[in-house]
């Protein structure tokens, strides 16, 4: 079984710091991607790493996939209150030309203003 | 924008009754999943269907739990019957043959 862990489970910061979020697994993925769920709604596609070493920037989000593809990682600059949610990250496995989503628990972030 | 829309949003069921969940996926999307969100499992993957065919339902409960694909615009979940343990949101979502799936609204299922 493909498990994925994330850390911090929670984190409440003050506007304007910096944090990393981490996903890591014992597995090997062809695809990491990252959501983000507001309360009542579902997730919501951030971003897709396919390649081992990957950066992806978005806006003040940065998103990095592991060299070996076990692991990945969420940095945040300069942090603000509408960037709290709760972020997961997603392990694909290629099966039959889908992509076999397991999920992290994700990481519940909190900025205050 | 496209959605994923699944009905229904909300349902309270008395334990024993069957529920049915809708879900239509984004027009074009060949690859459809359900997954239910619960606080102490997180998402669990249910099953999902790519080109209406099922491809892996090893997530899901087989004596109460059937998923199917009647058309390409509609997948359907069905728990029969439910328990108080199903209680959770359930989630569908579509993708496209890329890597980004879009996920409905979810439907809040609470079995009393």
């Known amino acids: 079984t493909q498990l994925l862990e994330q850390s911090p489970q929670f984190l409440s910061i003050q506007e304007g710091e910096n944090l990393t979020v981490y996903c890591n697994s014992s597995s090997v993925f062809s695809s990491l991607q990252w959501y983000r769920q507001e309360p009542g709604e579902g997730p919501v596609l951030l971003v897709t790493v396919v390649t081992g070493g990957e950066v992806k920037k978005l806006k003040r989000l940065t998103f990095q996939f592991g060299d070996a593809r076990k692991d990945s990682s969420l940095h945040i600059t300069a942090a603000q209150p509408g960037d709290t949610g709760l972020y997961l990250c997603?392990?694909?496995?290629?099966?039959?030309?889908?992509?076999?989503?397991?999920f992290g628990q994700g990481t519940r972030l909190t900025i205050n203003p | 924008d496209a959605r994923v829309t699944q009905t229904p949003r909300d349902k309270v069921t008395e334990m024993g009754q069957e529920v049915t969940m809708r879900c239509q996926p984004i027009l074009g999307h060949n690859t459809v999943f359900w997954y239910r969100q619960t606080m102490m499992q997180g998402l669990e993957l249910l099953a999902y269907f790519r080109n209406r065919a099922p491809l892996d339902d090893s997530g899901m409960p087989k004596d109460r739990f059937s998923a199917e694909m009647p058309d390409a615009t509609l997948a359907t979940l069905k728990i029969q019957p439910s328990e108080p343990r199903d209680s959770a949101v359930y989630f569908c979502a579509s993708g496209g043959g890329n890597y980004g799936y879009t996920f409905g609204s979810g439907t809040r299922l609470t079995v009393v």
């Open positions: 997603a392990g694909g496995s290629s099966i039959q030309g889908a992509q076999k989503l397991v």
